[in-house]
């Protein structure tokens, strides 16, 4: 069974991330393969995306990490503004609609939507 929760960092592609982000092994040419169907986006894309956006708005805002025993310092240069825009697109793209992201789908299945949107369209706004 996989860690499944609606904040970003409670699903196991968010986990993934972070461990390669803690080993120092991310690169956003690496996670590439999550997001190259352009017309629906599969779960661990979305909850990448979800995940990233947390990590840039607290980078920017210059927060605390939202994550235990993750230096920001060391993984604020990936976090261009290139990629802050590819973060927000795939956000907007994880938020449309169950037609084009898994992960709305799964939680559309769920009683608990209209709180996994509300807290991540906050994300989305905080990272624009």
């Known amino acids: 069974m996989g ?4 904040g970003a960092f409670e ?16 690169s956003f040419d690496e ?10 986006l599969e779960v661990d894309g979305g909850q990448m995306a979800l995940a ?3 990590i840039a ?3 920017r805002k210059g927060q605390p990490s939202p994550v235990e ?6 993984v604020a240069q990936h976090f261009t503004p290139e990629a802050i825009g590819f973060i927000r697109e795939q956000v907007q793209r994880t938020l449309s609609d169950a037609e084009h992201s898994e992960l709305y789908e799964l939680w559309e299945e769920t009683d608990e ?8 369209r906050a994300t989305l706004n905080e990272l624009a």
């Open 52 to 54: 990233l956006a947390e």
């Open 69 to 74: 025993e993750l230096e920001l310092s060391t």
């Open 31 to 40: 996670i590439q393969w999550a997001f190259e169907d352009k017309n629906y």
């Open 57 to 59: 708005v607290a980078i």
């Open 113 to 120: 939507l209209d709180e996994w949107l509300r807290a991540s």
């Open 3 to 6: 860690a499944w929760g609606n």
């Open 11 to 26: 699903n196991d592609g968010a986990l993934d991330l972070i461990a390669d982000l803690r080993h120092g092994n991310f």
